[in-house]
């Protein structure tokens, strides 16, 4: 099922089904920001990643001597979560453990999704409480597509990417869906990066945030269209899109939590990037993503 909320700049629908942003809508002239899931290239519009983000090697990890299966960026994305709160500008959804999810994954839990709207910022935040009697050891992020508005003459090499503070960060290649860290490298994300296809030949893009408060801005010098996702704590991000079957979207992926190492024992509690909670504890996270469209003056 839809909800939605909204204020006087942006009308937004969530789904129940994976707790799940279905669209977000600038009022003042109608335009849809998120990517509407195209199944012929990319099926999903912003799904939540959790209990893990990314793949595990072989989609398996091992938890105190026994072997769980589990596909990439965990099941709550597939699951339908429960409307726990709703008001005009704010809905929160709740995922909490089944017989199922403790067939992959051990451990009972509390996961809550939330979405709220302030001014034209829409902040999106997780919550996980471990309700069983030992450690919970999870991954949790969020996965955003947005469109990239190609018409009048503007095209997809039209936009970049800006990422403040303008510095250099560690990039973390991928083989084969898990993480090379022995041939991690300083990438310029000083500069400006210009949003291509081939920008994602070789799969996403994977930063390593050494500092909280980045800013993640995609802009084009033709309008004043540009998103801004501020990724807060989140210590990875990871920038992506469909290839080689490409599309006039890009993803910006604040990360608590990493794919698998190719190096990798498959034992979760040395799984790098994981968070550990004690019996009882909550761990809170969030991002803030803002949109602005006017159409620039001559």
Wanted: aromatic residues 12%; proline residues 5%.
């Amino acid at each position: 099922m839809d909800y939605t909320i909204e204020n006087e700049i942006l009308k937004v629908k969530v789904s129940s089904h994976g707790a799940e942003l279905q669209s977000i809508v600038g009022k003042h002239i109608g335009n849809e920001y998120l990517w509407q899931a195209d199944p012929e290239v990319w099926g999903r519009h912003a799904p939540v990643l959790f209990p893990i983000v990314g793949k595990l090697k072989n989609d398996e990890y091992r938890y105190q001597g026994k072997s769980y299966h589990m596909g990439q960026h965990g099941f709550a994305r597939d699951m339908d979560f429960t409307l726990e709160e709703q008001s005009k500008e704010k809905l929160t959804f709740l995922l909490t453990d089944t017989e199922e999810t403790r067939a992959v994954y051990p451990f009972k839990f509390e996961f809550r999704v939330s979405y709220e709207l302030l001014n034209n910022m829409i902040k999106e935040s997780f919550q996980v409480t471990n309700k069983g009697d030992s450690d919970m050891i999870f991954g949790v992020g969020g996965h955003p597509g947005f469109n990239l508005p190609v018409e009048d003459g503007v095209n997809k090499d039209d936009f970049y990417l800006q990422i403040n503070p303008a510095k250099p960060r560690v990039q973390v290649p991928l083989e084969n869906g898990c993480l090379n860290w022995n041939k991690r490298s300083l990438a310029p994300t000083e500069s400006l990066i210009t949003i291509t296809d081939d920008l994602f030949k070789n799969d996403a893009m994977v930063l390593v945030m050494r500092h909280p408060d980045n800013k993640f801005s995609i802009k084009t010098e033709t309008s004043r269209f540009h998103i801004n996702v501020r990724t807060d704590s989140a210590p990875y991000v990871g920038i992506w899109s469909q290839y080689p079957k490409t599309a006039n979207y890009i993803c910006i992926e604040p990360w608590w939590g990493i794919a698998d190492l190719t190096d990798t024992d498959g034992d979760i509690e040395h799984k790098q990037g994981m968070n550990r909670l004690a019996s009882g504890e909550s761990f809170d996270a969030s991002f803030r993503m803002s949109f602005h469209s006017k159409v620039r003056s001559e």
